[in-house]
């Protein structure tokens, strides 16, 4: 368990689709997001909004890279730099 009620005290939040930037929850979470307060981000393809900011991003993780887009992987090299980025895919090599 993570969260204030864990000896881990990690802020935990997900970033979904349907919580845009018009959404009172969407704004509440990406201020958090940008301030800094969350420590862990779980996210859709949200995280790569336009408008999103990420204050001391340390580690990036993609599953399922190979359904990302160009756009989205023009996106990611803006959001990854100095960014350590892990990318787990279930194509076989």
Do not use: W
Not at 32 to 37: C, E, L, N, P, R
């Amino acid at each position: 368990r993570m969260g204030e009620d864990s000896e881990h005290n990690y802020n935990v939040a997900l970033l979904r689709g349907g919580m845009g930037k018009n959404t009172k929850k969407g704004r509440e979470l990406r201020a958090s997001i940008a301030a800094g307060d969350v420590d862990i981000i779980v996210g859709t393809h949200a995280l790569l909004s336009n408008g999103m900011s990420f204050k001391d991003l340390g580690l990036l993780c993609i599953d399922e890279e190979q359904r990302f887009g160009v756009n989205q992987k023009e996106r990611l090299k803006l959001i990854c730099n100095c960014v350590d980025v892990l990318t787990l895919s279930a194509t076989p090599i």
